[in-house]
């Protein structure tokens, strides 16, 4: 097994328990974490592929992975304001308990 | 790396920095010179700095004749995204003049500086074929349009349309991220054409297919395709009406076309094959079972919906699969340019006719609510109003001689023509053809409501701004007059196309 490949499984495993976090957890905010990890994992991939990749004087993939931590900071702004807002309207931040809209 | 001055740079970008300095100034405007004045006042202050703003943009954007492809397209600026850009600011003007009266917010300025920071983000994501562009101006569109859908702080619907919109689009964008992690991984580029031209050879690799199918999640879940929808619906619902116009138009029209860029330009070599019984594994077969799944869950969904702006959203989630049909018509490199105008035309004239439903909406919200109820005897109490609801539901529903037939129509032939050989595609445009057939019902149910129903006993005449009747007269005329002549739209977009060398 050669160092890339167990950077990929590593970031695989990562983004798997991200997702398995966001899709089962009922607090928003414990679902935004899951989401920053799937994040995470995407980046760990940029830069093994840039350190590892044929090219790797050509910086791009460590440009990407500052470019979405940047992104994911405010995104993480966003989310805890919305949750928040949710939390003015019901007191809560359980995802079951916000159902007002179904159809 | 070539240098390149800062004036050349100036000169592309243009629109993009009169609109960012717009939205600055309109925050400024709003929160120092006029923070205790009433507030219509600042709603028409705010709005005439921002329509200023969108109008110097499209005039520059009109008369500056520029072309470019900079460092290796992260910037890319010809025709066609000149072309495209000019709808987004117009649909961005449009979105503006029905936000006039509005009342859901004392924000005014922070409102007209994220619209306008959307619609920025919205003209970088059609200005770049580099995915590293591509995420982060999808990521500020994203992330301006989430916090319009929670605009109204008194709503308690709103906060969770919100918080719905943002959990699904962060899990999307993730997905998308991975997927494009993988991309640079296995093209060493994030550049469209060079990741295509690197990509060649490596056929149906897994790690490749699990790229694909993660980018096509992200941009599935921005064009609002099934299984990636179920924000749609609560987003469309409990957002502020004009900030859900946005959604449904502007957005829309800017992910379609980057969207139809990245499958075209960056997946070209990948297609498969999507002919009935020839199936072969690439996008096409992918985006065929997104088209498929789209018409029939939204049009089926929306017969069945008592609120106008959920019915409204299912069909968005209709009008995606119809529009997919225009990136399947692209997978066909010789008839590509084909495809992209069908799809062009299709999404400015879709755009604008839900920017104009949802104006009706709006102001038949001020007489209770958004259900079908409430539209009952509408056209007594305002027919203007009821007249223009009438052209943009049928345009809707593609009834000849308005612009939604003719999208249709030309969406639908570049589809079936895109494999000439053996007529591959014909099966989706039939199954197409069969659910716009469907889609009428919906539509003539709220026609039926305004037009035929009686109204009820302690029904009031809503107040109708003289704004808003000339943004709906106008948005209703040019449904009307770009459906009876269609080549004043398609000839520019077929120009530009020709002139971008798409």
């Known amino acids: 097994m050669t ?12 983004f798997s328990i991200g997702l398995a976090g966001a899709l089962t957890r009922r607090n928003a905010i414990l679902v935004l974490i899951g989401i920053e990890l799937m994040l995470n994992a995407a980046n760990l991939n940029f830069i093994a592929f840039w350190r590892y990749g044929p090219h790797p004087e050509a910086l791009t993939g460590v440009m990407f992975a500052l470019f979405s931590i940047g992104v994911a900071a405010a995104e993480a702004a966003v989310g805890l304001a919305l949750i928040i807002a949710i939390y003015r309207h019901y007191k809560t931040a359980n995802l079951d308990k916000v159902t007002t809209l179904k159809g | 790396m070539n240098a390149f001055s800062y004036l050349d740079l100036l000169n592309l970008l243009g629109p993009e920095t009169i609109l960012v300095l717009t939205s600055l100034a309109a925050l400024f405007v709003d929160l120092g010179a006029l923070r205790d004045q009433p507030l219509p006042r600042r709603w028409l202050a705010g709005g005439g700095v921002t329509a200023l703003g969108g109008l110097l943009a499209i005039l520059w954007l009109t008369n500056v004749t520029a072309q470019a492809n900079l460092a290796h397209g992260i910037l890319v600026v010809d025709p066609l995204t000149q072309l495209v850009k000019v709808v987004l600011v117009a649909m961005l003007l449009f979105t503006v003049a029905l936000s006039l009266r509005a009342e859901f917010t004392e924000h005014v300025g922070e409102y007209f500086c994220l619209l306008l920071l959307a619609t920025v983000g919205m003209m970088f994501l059609v200005s770049s074929e580099d995915v590293l562009t591509i995420f982060v101006a999808l990521e500020l569109t994203s992330l301006s349009l989430y916090i319009l859908t929670a605009f109204n702080k008194r709503s308690l619907v709103s906060a969770e349309a919100g918080l719905k919109y943002f959990l699904f689009g962060g899990v999307a964008a ?108 690439g996008w096409v077969p992918v985006l065929a079972t997104l088209a498929v799944a789209s018409m029939l869950l939204g049009n089926l969904a929306a017969i069945a919906q008592s ?24 997978s066909n490199p010789h008839r590509r340019a084909d495809g992209m105008a069908a799809l062009v035309y299709y999404i400015t004239t879709y755009g604008l006719t839900t920017i104009g439903a949802f104006g009706v909406v ?131 977009i077929a120009d530009a196309i020709k002139a971008a060398g798409f």
């Open chain 2, 362 to 492: 709006q102001i038949v919200e001020r007489t209770g609510g958004d259900s079908l109820e409430n539209f009952a005897g509408f056209s007594r109490r305002a027919p203007l109003v009821a007249v223009c609801l009438m052209v943009f539901m049928l345009s809707l529903a593609g009834i000849p001689p308005l612009a939604g037939f003719f999208g249709k129509f030309y969406l639908f032939t570049a589809a079936a023509g895109a494999e000439p050989g053996n007529l591959g595609l014909l099966w989706l445009v039939i199954f197409a053809i069969a659910m716009s057939a469907v889609s009428l019902y919906y539509y003539l149910q709220v026609l039926k409501r305004a037009f035929v129903a009686a109204p009820a006993e302690a029904a009031i005449a809503p107040v109708v701004s003289f704004m808003e009747r000339l943004t709906l007269a106008l948005l209703a005329l040019a449904v009307v007059v770009l459906g009876a002549l269609p080549a004043w739209l398609l000839g520019p």
């Open chain 2, 307 to 330: 609120s106008v702006k959920r019915l409204l959203a299912y069909s968005a989630i209709a009008h995606a699969g119809y529009m997919l049909l225009g990136l399947l018509a692209m």
């Open chain 1, 3 to 14: 160092t890339l490949q167990s950077y990929l499984i590593l970031s695989a495993l990562l």
């Open chain 2, 174 to 281: 993730a997905f998308t991220l991975f997927g494009l992690s993988l991309i640079y991984g296995l093209a060493g580029s994030t550049n469209l054409r060079e990741i295509a031209t690197n990509l060649a050879g490596k056929g149906t690799d897994p790690l490749l297919m699990v790229a694909l199918i993660m980018v096509v999640m992200g941009f599935g879940f921005k064009i609002a395709a099934v299984p990636f929808h179920l924000w749609a619906p609560d987003a469309y619902q409990g957002a502020p009406t004009p900030a859900a116009a946005l959604i449904a138009s502007g957005s829309k029209v800017a992910s379609f076309f980057v969207f139809a860029k990245v499958m075209a330009l960056g997946f070209a070599g990948i297609e498969g094959n999507g002919a009935w019984r020839q199936f072969a594994p």
